[in-house]
């Protein structure tokens, strides 16, 4: 990931001047920067952050806008506060994704025959519909051009080329025959003779191959066409495959050059096939290749989405073992915090660093999965921190220090955020932290129905928040790969999803508070989602979750008296299972400490 000093850290004029520049020469009235880039997937490697390059935002999700006199950033709750920090507001006005919306802003922002460019490899074909419907309503023109960014930004990192490697069938639990051909069935059964895939971790997941081109995420940036004949085709650069990987895809791939792709496209066209594309995760430039050489193109959600969520039997021990390691490591670091802390001269980078050599001792880890987010006193109220020299802070005493971190091993992905005290906490923080908690025990023990939804949960982890008038402007929970992304879908818990929970999906469960200039509180575990089991009495068998993290939680925060007894059983029997778990890996002081730690609360 790209390093930006403090003098970078906003869009310059000489940037944004260039741009305009070059938009001039080009006849265009404006241009969509979106953080995407052509493959689609959340994480972007360096030669593709044009969105941090032009306006100075880091975060993970955004898009702007930049017309001649006036320019816009679009990011979701995450990033409120961290938009406003990074990027020049006298240059560039940030608005919150919803309100308005970018598309509604294009339409209340241009004038009539006006032109705004895109690059049709960074949008999909969802996104460039609702713009073209906005900007059609005002008589101006969305038009597909070549990157406009490309040309001004004259020192962009080369591409990544790193050799790609095998997940052994032992961590992936299937072979990757096995996958294409399920793919196939699902081809079979609509009628349709291919489907083009982009997404980084589709790819990884559907072929059994893992890579460096993203940081922390293992994914491998190539393009795939699966065929119904239960044949692939695989765009990616034949040196970055060593000669011992050639038998891996013999029996189910053929590779291809990137730079062949799009004709691949036009082929399919010219034999009439049908195909299936899921416009909200594929280009742009992918459909109009196939619409234009005469393909029948049916929008359909992306095949391997749904099967790569719903962990087989063994990635769902994958990641137990991976919990287990992971939450020994956490410990012994808590322990060393605990030590460490209260003298006064510990900083945030040190404490992320500390726990990366936790992880690092092992002798598993492969990466973290995402840059260690360590927020001391009022940074821990930045929901999505970036830690840098800059606005590196010491874990002040009588403070909240909140660290959400993760690590990728062969058979398991973990993410985990705990929040403790340093020192001594005051009323609000502890009446702020147990209602977070009680939202997190909401979720962890509710059993659910068949068909049952992300949205139709995602109030239980809000209530104790609501019913004091708080609340927290992110998501409830995400989804987890299997040594992929840290952040994977189609399942969430939050207001809106309507993906139906099934057995074997991992999700997060993280409600948070956030008081602004203050502190922060979240509490974060993963969940598995179980097999429908009976209920004692019931009519019908229930999901519910698993809890993988194995983890601590400070009970010097909690405010028993706002506990249940049935939330404390739960708590102290979370404890017990911790203890029990992972005791076993902890030795001396460090077993000490995750002996007092899982102590039992008492009201």
């Not at 052509?38 to 994480?43: A, D, H, I, K, N």
């Not at 020192?155 to 096995?178: C, H, L, M, Y």
């Not at 769902?316 to 003298?343: C, I, S, T, Y």
């Not at 074997?504 to 974060?524: C, D, H, V, W």
Request: hydrophobic fraction near 40%; charged fraction near 25%; charge should be negative.
């Amino acid at each position: 990931m790209l390093e930006y000093s403090e003098s970078e850290a906003s869009p310059t004029a000489a940037r944004i001047g260039a741009f305009r520049e070059e938009l001039k020469r080009r006849s265009l009235d404006g241009f969509i920067v979106p953080r995407q880039d052509e493959f689609q997937g959340e994480y972007v490697a360096p030669y593709a952050e044009r969105l941090r390059w032009l306006t100075g935002f880091a975060g993970s999700w955004g898009l702007a806008i930049i017309l001649q006199h006036k320019a816009a950033i679009f990011v979701d709750g995450r990033y409120t506060l961290q938009v406003a920090r990074e990027v020049d507001t006298t240059l560039i006005t940030p608005h919150h994704l919803v309100e308005p919306p970018p598309h509604s802003w294009i339409e209340n922002n241009i004038a009539k025959d006006q032109v705004i460019g895109y690059d049709p490899w960074l949008l999909t074909a969802e996104q460039v519909s609702r713009f073209e419907q906005s900007c059609a309503k005002v008589g101006a023109r969305l038009e597909a051009c070549e990157n406009v960014v490309d040309t001004v930004w004259t020192d962009r990192p080369a591409r990544p080329n790193k050799a790609i490697e095998v997940q052994p069938t032992q961590f992936a639990g299937r072979t990757s025959a096995e996958k294409v051909a399920e793919v196939a069935g699902v081809l079979e059964k609509e009628g349709a003779d291919a489907v083009v895939l982009t997404l980084p971790d589709s790819i990884a997941w559907l072929f059994n191959i893992r890579g460096q081109d993203v940081r922390h995420i293992p994914v491998v940036h190539a393009q795939a066409i699966v065929h119904r004949t239960r044949k692939a085709d695989l765009f990616l650069d034949p040196i970055r495959v060593p000669n011992d990987m050639q038998d891996h895809f013999a029996s189910v791939a053929n590779l291809h050059p990137p730079r062949t792709f799009v004709a691949a496209l036009e082929k399919l066209g010219q034999g009439k096939a049908k195909v299936i594309v899921d416009f909200s995760t594929v280009p742009q430039r992918v459909c109009s290749s196939l619409k234009s050489s005469g393909a029948e193109i049916v929008n359909a959600p992306d095949p391997t989405l749904l099967p790569k969520a719903r962990k087989n039997l063994v990635e769902r021990e994958g990641a137990r073992a991976a919990h287990r390691r992971d939450g020994a490591a956490m410990a012994q670091f808590l322990h060393w915090l605990d030590v460490n802390a209260p003298k006064g001269d510990l900083t945030e980078l040190a404490a992320a660093d500390q726990l990366h050599e936790f992880r690092r001792a092992t002798g598993s880890l492969k990466d973290l999965s995402f840059d260690t987010i360590p927020g001391a006193g009022p940074n821990a109220a930045i929901p999505h921190y970036h830690v840098s020299a800059q606005s590196n802070r010491k874990l002040d005493n009588d403070s909240i220090f909140l660290i959400d971190s993760g690590a990728q091993y062969q058979d398991g992905t973990t993410d985990v955020t705990r929040t403790v005290i340093i020192g001594r906490p005051t009323a609000e923080m502890k009446d702020r932290y147990t209602r977070v908690l009680k939202g997190m025990i909401g979720i962890s023990t509710i059993r659910f129905p068949k068909g049952t939804t992300g949205s139709q949960l995602d109030v239980l982890a809000r209530a104790a928040l609501w019913s004091a008038g708080l609340d927290y402007d992110h998501g409830t929970g995400h989804g987890v790969g299997s040594y992929l992304s840290v952040h994977e879908g189609p399942a969430r818990l939050n207001k809106t999803d309507r993906t139906q929970l099934e057995p074997g999906m991992i999700l997060s469960n993280e409600p948070g508070y956030y008081k602004a200039g203050n502190f922060g509180i979240r509490t974060e575990n993963l969940l598995l989602i179980h097999e429908p089991q009976a209920i004692a009495g019931g009519e019908r068998p229930m999901m519910g979750f698993e809890t993988l993290t194995l983890v601590p939680i400070d009970n010097r925060l909690i405010e028993p008296s706002l506990l249940t007894e049935e939330e404390i059983r739960w708590l102290n029997d979370y404890h017990a299972r911790v203890l029990k778990e992972i005791g076993p890996l902890l030795e001396g002081a460090d077993l000490q400490w995750l002996q007092n730690a899982c102590t039992a609360l008492r009201k």
